[in-house]
Structure formats: C-alpha cells, structure tokens
C-alpha cells in the first residue's frame, strides 16, 4: 500500500513538472549565446481576446528607454540577444510598421481568459526540445539559424534570421535547429490561462524527418 501511494505521488509530482516544462524563468546572469533549452521571458494577460485575426507582434530597439517608449500596457519588454525587444499579441498592422508579425494564430476557442507565454532559446546545430505538446497554438521567431519541426501532420522548415513557424494547439512536437549556425530565437504560446500552456509528451514517435 505504501509503494502504492508513493507511486501515485511520483506520477502527481511528474505530471506537474510536465505541465511546466516551460515555466523556468530565464537566468539573467546566463549568457543568451550559451546553448540552452527554452525558457520563459515573461507572459502577457490578454484577457478576453478581441475578434478578428490575432497576430504576434515583435520589434526590437538598441536600447531599453527606446523600447518602453514604443511598449503599452498590453506588450511585453525584454532584453535578450543584446537588444531590447517589445512582444504584444493584437490585430494585422500597417505593412513595414513592426520588425516582424507573425501569424494569423489559429485558435479552436476564444473562450476564456487568454495568456501569451514569451520563451527564449539557444539551440546549437542538432540540439532537440523534448517532445512536447501545448493548450493553444505556438508560433517561432529565429533571430538567426535554421529551424526543422517535425508532427505528426508533417514536418516544417525555416532557414535563417527573420524567419517564423506556426503549429496549432493540440499535436505533439519534435524541434530541431539545423543547418550550422546556432538557431537563437524566440516562441510565443497562445493558451487559456486555466490551462498549463505546455506539457512533455513521450506518446509520439518522430520519424526522423528532421536531420542536423
């Protein structure tokens, strides 16, 4: 009976690491160039979210006091990859007015209290992320390097600076940087906030289309 319960309580304590797989905050004192697994740059609390299309917004600036001044109440600053950096979640802008938009973000439901987790990471060529699945869909943004992730729907590619990936809420996913440049970038995921946004999942098995 003892094992029993001990057992109950290690599969407990499992399934809430796994529901926060990626809720370690970044260490400031870490260099961003160093090669490490995701991690949270800070969240945005959307609420009720608006209708229309919803898009991630993201600029950069070279210093902090340029970047308040363009943030709002409903944006995120960070400095990261040695700029400062304004992330928010709203409707298409004018062409040529952000450093990059990405999206639409599909969405199955708008019901609910929304958040927009910001993650940040620094993959060497051939480093993974575990197999992972989130509540709501999650888009990249590479500030450099390629990127290959692999689902069970297919696989998606995205070579160099500049360029995004969007996968919908629910598949597993396997992500790889390739080609030869450190992959550092970005990912934002869009959830219900009464939900964990992300959670390790082994059930998968990726058939390789992904190759450093």
Sequence with gaps: MRLFLLLIGYLLTCGRAFAQATSRPCDVATKADQPRPACLVGHINLGRLRSGDLYWHINEFHSEAEANANGSAESFVAKAFGKYWVFSVGPKTPVGSDTAEVGPLPLESRDGDFHAEILQSTFSPGMTAPLHVHSGPEAFYAVSGDTCLETPDGVQTAKGAGTSLIIRQGP??????????????????????????????????PRGLCNP
């Design 172 to 205: 597993p996913m396997f992500l790889m940087a390739t080609g030869h440049e450190t992959r550092r970038g970005f990912a934002l995921i869009l959830h219900d906030a009464t939900k964990p946004p992300t959670t390790l999942d082994h059930r998968w098995t």
